[in-house]
Nanobody
Framework: QVQLLESGGGLVQAGESLRLSCAAS????????MGWYRQAPGKQRELVAS???????NYADSVKGRFTISRDNAKNTVYLQMKSLKPEDTAVYYC?????????WGQGTQVTVSS
């Protein structure tokens, strides 16, 4: 089992930056893939970025060049650095881990970008 705790969300203006953190309850070195998803009001949850144990990353087209996902195995934490934020980035951001064939989700952290 994996418990995930997100932090770092908040209210920012367009063009500003935020860094989200996702702390895991177990060593993330043993977790195949970790990712950030987001869900805006009235929309489906979508993948933002993911990273594998080997450091392979994947990004949604809408965030390429602006967001960076990284992991710190020593701290069991995955980060999402978000730059040049846009109002359309407003959503609840969730951390997900894929471990032993199961998906585990955090509770989410709200990111609001004002224009």
């Amino acid at each position: 089992q994996v418990q995930l705790l997100e932090s770092g969300g908040g209210l920012v203006q367009a063009g500003e930056s935020l860094r989200l953190s996702c702390a895991a309850s177990r060593s993330i070195f043993s977790i195949n893939r970790m990712g950030w998803y987001r869900q805006a009001p009235g929309k489906q949850r979508e993948l933002v970025a993911s990273i594998t144990t080997f450091g392979t990353t994947n990004y949604a087209d809408s965030v390429k060049g602006r967001f960076t996902i990284s992991r710190d195995n020593a701290k069991n934490t995955v980060y999402l650095q978000m730059k040049s934020l846009k109002p359309e980035d407003t959503a609840v951001y969730y951390c997900k881990s894929e471990y032993a064939g199961l998906d585990y989700w955090g509770q989410g952290t709200q990111v609001t970008v004002s224009s």
